[in-house]
């Protein structure tokens, strides 16, 4: 099993990268637009991956994880944004992917950051 937590404040966008991340071995997921939000959610059920927008409704993203993995501890994260020249702190073990999303792209950071989620054939 594999816990996504989406911190996306576009739900077209969360909605994509749901149905990548399904595609990938990813079994449930919480959503957040906001950085409270967020946190809340890694609280209420601690994810086994993050995906996250930098600029959010409230907050930003960067510093909802920052939050997250200090509270929670590591937690394999990609920042998917627009603007990734704004992703601070966004340091590793984070990657930066920017929009728009190459799903190509994507499924290799996730592999490479959750090897023990069993991938299913794309």
């Known amino acids: 099993m594999c816990h996504v937590l989406i911190i996306e404040d576009e ?12 595609a990938l071995g990813a079994t ?5 637009d906001t950085q409270t939000e967020a946190i809340d ?5 601690r994810p086994d991956f993050i995906t996250s927008d930098v600029a959010l409704l409230e907050g930003t993203g960067p510093r909802a994880v920052e939050t997250i ?10 920042f998917v944004t627009g603007t990734p020249q704004d992703c601070k702190p966004c340091a590793p073990p984070g990657r930066v992917l920017s929009k728009p999303l190459h799903s190509a792209a994507f499924a ?10 069993t991938a299913k054939p794309v």
Do not use: K, W
């Open 11 to 22: 739900m077209l966008i969360a909605l994509d990268l749901q149905c990548q991340l399904e």
């Open 69 to 78: 993995l200090r509270e929670l501890g590591p937690v394999p994260v990609i």
């Open 108 to 117: 290799a950071a996730f592999r490479d950051l959750a090897p023990n989620v």
């Open 41 to 45: 959610a890694a609280r209420e059920r």
């Open 28 to 32: 449930s997921f919480s959503f957040a």
